[in-house]
């Protein structure tokens, strides 16, 4: 199993592009989600989607769309990139429905916005 | 209000100690879980320990061990012995179902810097 796999690893965009950062999963997890990690605020959930064809809001959506068609595939969209949205933003799966089941996470994605 | 509290944001332990990482939560759900997650220099989050709220024991994984206290709603971390490999942020983490939703809430971190 590759598990969670991430693409890009960095990336810089100027403002007003747009980007898909790309998130795969092999272990048949049907729980998806994004989060962003930024210095002194911990990681925050983006989207989440606990299943294909299903997607959800965290805390903090805006300037962000997600989708699932697939239950391996869950790409973040940004639609207009501004420069709040430098940070580092992680994937992450998990099997749904079960408290315990830890939450798997790719390598990550360090976005820089100019 | 947040639901996730971690209020040491950083900490100097000798190498070989016994160290405590704080973490306070808040949620009004009588069914959750607790995660600790270590996140080294090289950026990777790593999965620790898990407690979930119905779990009379306090959960255990080698050198981590978790002191859950329900009524005060903490869930510190535990790390005897440390090492210097140990060195890392270390985020504490609550899983909630939310009318069919699921939520991951992170604490904001703590990072620990063992002293050889």
């Known amino acids: 199993n590759a598990g969670v796999t991430q693409t890009p690893k960095f990336q810089v965009l100027k403002t007003g592009q747009s980007m898909t950062l790309q998130c795969a999963q092999d272990?048949?997890?049907?729980?998806m989600s994004w989060y962003r990690q930024d210095p002194g605020m911990g990681l925050r959930l983006i989207h989440y989607?606990?299943?294909?064809?299903?997607?959800d809001q965290g805390e903090v959506p805006n300037g962000y769309n997600v989708s699932r068609s697939t239950t391996e595939d869950f790409p973040l969209r940004l639609l207009s990139a501004a420069p709040s949205q430098t940070s580092v933003y992680f994937c992450a799966s998990s099997y749904v429905r079960d408290r315990g089941n830890e939450q798997y996470f790719g390598p990550g994605t360090r976005l820089t916005v100019t | 209000a947040q639901k996730i509290t971690q209020t040491q944001p950083g900490m100097f332990v000798q190498e070989k100690e016994a160290v405590t990482l704080d973490c306070t939560y808040d949620?009004?759900?009588?069914?959750?879980?607790l995660f600790w997650y270590k996140q080294p220099s090289s950026g990777e989050m790593i999965f620790l320990i898990y407690?979930?709220?119905?779990?009379?024991q306090n959960a255990t994984e080698g050198r981590y061990s978790l002191n859950f206290q329900k009524a005060r709603k903490s869930a510190n971390l535990v790390i005897s012995a440390s090492q210097l490999g140990d060195s890392a942020m270390y985020f504490c983490?609550?899983?909630?179902?939310?009318?069919?939703?699921?939520?991951?809430?992170f604490g904001t971190g703590t990072r620990l810097t063992i002293i050889p």
């Open positions: 272990m048949n997890h049907e729980y």
């Open positions: 407690q979930g709220s119905y779990d009379e």
């Open positions: 949620t009004s759900d009588q069914s959750y879980g």
């Open positions: 989607s606990v299943g294909a064809g299903i997607t």
């Open positions: 983490a609550m899983r909630e179902i939310d009318f069919g939703n699921e939520k991951l809430t």
